[in-house]
């Protein structure tokens, strides 16, 4: 296990509404180091498990072949206590910052909300205007990144939660790695509530059906993962199933998850078992629904 605490730190800061942040150099390299944040919704459980998701979902968008951030587990001692913490090596340099997808919004003159809005049709109309990056190759991106998240549960891919990387010296923008991944795979979820879902075929089904929902809107609403893609009512999500479901193997998957110590037995299986099932219910079944 990375001890982290004792490493140079730099003044760089990062923003972000889940958790505290420290920069700090391993390696040689600039990190971005997360610490877990109380577990608001779940007294019982002290901290989230909010650092361990967002290793493995960072894991798994590489593994789909759609680049995210670099990341590594580890601890960090504070006031005696140690917490389990994830570093993200910095993406940045010099030359180049993150511009996140809310802050190109805001360049849409007649967009129909405003950077943060996350409706899908405004976002859809966004990514056809804006002239950051080629529209076609924006578009493939965000649908990559939706199925990957509806794979991974995530709940939380808002506006400033995936962009751009901008280059001032030479004005030119690129798609970012995808980072924070943090609000997916279950992060409240504790071994008591495990065991009672885990043997419930409802239990685990509304872990797939019903729950978590996307950041993205539908009609002022947040959209339903498995409606949305079975439905096959989005063309640019139904082509995008069709790219990634077939990389996933869940075998490789299930070996990242052992690998993580700092996950329980239980948590393990429930995280296979969930993946497992999301990957079938929504995945699967919409390339069913696509054959026929
Ligand atoms: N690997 C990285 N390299 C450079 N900057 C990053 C990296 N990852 C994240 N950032 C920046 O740091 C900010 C905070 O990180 P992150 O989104 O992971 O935090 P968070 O607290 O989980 O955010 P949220 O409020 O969306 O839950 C991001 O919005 C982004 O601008
Ligand atoms: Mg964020």
């Known amino acids: 296990m990375i001890d982290f605490t004792n490493l140079p730190t730099r003044k760089k800061a990062y923003g972000g509404a889940n958790g505290s942040k420290?920069?700090?150099?391993?390696?040689?390299?600039?990190?971005?180091?997360?610490?877990?944040?109380?577990?608001?919704?779940?007294?019982?459980?002290?901290?989230?498990?909010?650092?361990?998701?967002?290793?493995?979902?960072?894991?798994?968008?590489?593994?789909?072949?759609i680049k995210a951030q670099e990341t590594l587990l580890g601890e960090y001692e504070y006031h005696g206590k140690v917490k389990n913490v994830v570093a993200?090596?910095?993406?940045?340099?010099?030359?180049?910052?993150?511009v996140d997808f809310a802050s190109v919004k805001n360049q849409i003159i007649d967009s129909a909300s405003n950077g943060y809005g996350t409706e899908l049709s405004d976002i859809l109309d966004t990514i056809q205007k804006q002239n950051a990056v080629d529209p076609k190759e924006l578009e493939?991106?965000?649908?990559?990144?939706?199925?990957?998240?509806?794979?991974?549960?995530?709940?939380?891919?808002?506006?400033?939660?995936?962009?751009?990387?901008?280059?001032?010296?030479?004005?030119?923008?690129?798609?970012?790695?995808?980072?924070?991944c943090g609000s997916s795979l279950f992060p409240q979820i504790d071994d008591e509530l495990?065991?009672?879902?885990?043997?419930?075929?409802?239990?685990?089904?509304?872990?797939?059906?019903?729950?978590?929902?996307?950041?993205?809107?539908?009609?002022?609403?947040?959209?339903?993962?498995h409606k949305m893609i079975t439905s096959l009512k989005y063309r640019g999500c139904t082509d995008a199933v069709k790219r990634i479901a077939p990389r996933i193997n869940l075998e490789?998957?299930?070996?990242?998850?052992?690998?993580?110590?700092?996950?329980?037995?239980?948590?393990?299986?429930?995280?296979?078992?969930?993946?497992?099932l999301r990957k079938e219910l929504i995945l699967d079944a919409t390339l069913k629904e696509i054959e026929k």
Request: charged share 20%; hydrophobic share 40%; proline share 3%.
């Open 140 to 180: 493939e991106h965000f649908w990559n990144m939706f199925v990957i998240d509806a794979f991974i549960g995530n709940w939380d891919r808002h506006n400033g939660n995936w962009g751009f990387l901008y280059n001032q010296e030479t004005d030119e923008m690129k798609i970012a790695p995808i980072f924070d």
């Open 252 to 276: 490789d998957i299930n070996i990242l998850i052992d690998e993580v110590e700092q996950l329980t037995q239980l948590q393990k299986d429930f995280l296979k078992a969930i993946l497992k």
């Open 22 to 65: 420290l920069s700090v150099i391993y390696n040689n390299e600039l990190y971005m180091l997360k610490l877990p944040m109380h577990a608001l919704k779940n007294p019982s459980l002290s901290y989230t498990n909010s650092c361990t998701s967002e290793y493995l979902g960072c894991h798994i968008f590489n593994m789909l072949g």
């Open 194 to 225: 495990i065991k009672k879902v885990i043997s419930s075929k409802a239990e685990m089904n509304a872990r797939v059906y019903d729950m978590p929902t996307s950041a993205i809107l539908v009609d002022g609403k947040r959209g339903n993962y």
């Open 88 to 98: 993200c090596k910095d993406f940045t340099s010099p030359n180049t910052t993150i």
